[in-house]
C-alpha cells in the first residue's frame, strides 16, 4: 500500500539493522608473524586492531543471508514478506548468478525479486539509495539492502600494504515507509572514473580474463595506491557531508553522529576534524572489524543501535568513499 500521508514526497526509513561476522578474529599480531609488520604500524596507521576471517565454507552470500535472518528475526517478517532484496558487494561468490539469489535461495524468501550492485565501500549507500526509491515511489512496501564482502577471498596475503586493510563480514537493512519527518531525507552521489586505476582488481573480468599469466602475476587480487585513495576520500567525505547539510539548511552542530565507510581511523578524524565535530562524533568500529568494504555502514549502524546511541528524532548522516572512484552520502531522522 503506497504510503499517503501529508508528508510528501514519500520517504523511505531504515526501520531495522542486522549483522553478521565469522567467528575467527585475525589479530595484528598474527599477520605480523607471515607479513613484514607490526601491531604498533597497524594500530597508529590505520586504527585497526583485528579483523573478522571467514572460515571453511563462509562466502559473501552465507554471510549475507545470515545477516537477512537474523534481521528478518528481529523485526518478525515472514518470508513472504519482503519485495525486493539488493545487495551491494565486490566479492559476490560468483559472476553470476548474482548474490540476491542466492541469498534469496538460502532465507527462503518467496516472493522477492532482487539483484547485485557494485559500488565497492560505496555500495551500501548505492544500494540504500536504490532501495528508497522502491518504497518512496509506492511501488513496495519493503526493501531488504544487503552490504557483505568476503575481502579475505581478494586480499594478497603477501601484500602488507593491503592485507592488515580488509575484513570479511555482512550487514542488512529493513526500508519502509517512514512516518512523516523520519527517514531518508536526501542523498547525494558521485563517481570519478580517473580513480579507476588507484583502487581495483587488474585481472579476471572482460578487459584481463582468468589466464596462468594472471595468476602468476597476482593479478587476481585487490591493489591500492593506498596515498592517493586516502587523499581523496579525506577530502570527499567532509565536502560530501558538508554538501548535503548545507542544502537542507543545516549545520554540523545539528548531526547527532557522523556514521563514516571504515576505512581508517585517520580518515575519520581528518573528516571530523573539518567539519569542526569532536572525534567521538563519527561512529567507529575499524579496530574491530577492519574495512569490510559494503558491510562497513550495517556494521556501525547495528553497534550505535546496539549501545543506544541514536535516539528517535536524531539527524545522522552517512558518507561513504570507494574505488571507482565512488562517493555517497545520506541524510535520515533516526526514528
Ligand atoms: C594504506 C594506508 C594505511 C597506508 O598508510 P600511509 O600512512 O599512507 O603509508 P604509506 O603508504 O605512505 O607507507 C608508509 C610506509 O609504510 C610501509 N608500509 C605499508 N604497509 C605497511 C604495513 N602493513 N606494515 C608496515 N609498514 C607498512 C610502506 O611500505 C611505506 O614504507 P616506505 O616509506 O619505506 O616506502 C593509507 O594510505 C590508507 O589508509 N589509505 C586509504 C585506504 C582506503 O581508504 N582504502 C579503501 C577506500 S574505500
Redesign the pocket.
Known sequence: MPDTSQDNPRRAAITGVATYVPDRIVTNAELART????DD??VT??GIRERRRGGPGETTSTMGAEAVRRLMAAKGLAPDQVDVLIVATVTPDMFFPATACLIQDQVGLQSTWGFDLSA??SGFLYALTTGAQFVASGVHRRVIVVGADLMSAIIDPLD??TA??FGDGAGAVLLEPAEPGFGILDFLHRVDGSGRND?FMPAGGSLKPPSVETVVAREHFLK?N??T??KF?VSQMAESVERLIDRNGLKASDLAVVIP?Q??Q??LDATADRLGLAHDRMASVIGRYG?T?AATLPLALDDLVRAGKLERGDLAVFVA???GFTVGATLMRWG
Do not use: E, M, Y
Not at 607479513?35 to 607490526?38: A, G, I, V, Y
Open positions: 607479513l613484514d609488520t607490526s604500524w597497524i596507521r590505520t565497492a565501500c602488507r600494504t592488515v586493510l583502487l591500492q593506498g596515498r585513495v586516502f576520500a565507510h576505512a581508517n585517520r580518515i574495512n568494504t568513499v570507494g574505488a
